[in-house]
């Protein structure tokens, strides 16, 4: 990966990081890459249009403050980016999945699961334990 021909580059100044962590973002299926719409809040916003993000599409200011823009996630074998999924719910509430439908849902189920599972007390355990 020392932009000498590996995976990512062919030559010095071509390494391209979406290509070298593809693999790491939790592809696992054909190959194939899922572009899913976003909307980021506007207490988001800065935070994308100042550092960017890798693989997201040039960043659209809409009219109220918040952001849309797309991302390439690689599909896993039923054709859903699950590998994305950790990294939108780090946004918790400040990003929503616009699209397509498919996507959207299955985000909403990891969100909807993480909520439930906030409001139940976790269990206590004895001294040297994982609690």
Known sequence: MDGEGG???TG???FDPGGF???VRGGGGDGSARTVHLRFRHDAARRILLAG???LSEPYLNPDGTIDTTVDAPADADGLPRGLLPWLLGWGPRVQVLGPPEVRQLWQREVRAAA????VEPLRFPEGGAA
């Open 7 to 9: 995976r990512a580059g």
């Open 12 to 14: 010095p100044g071509t």
């Open 21 to 23: 962590l593809r693999p």
């Open 53 to 55: 993000h890798i693989g």
């Open 116 to 119: 439930e599972a906030a409001e």
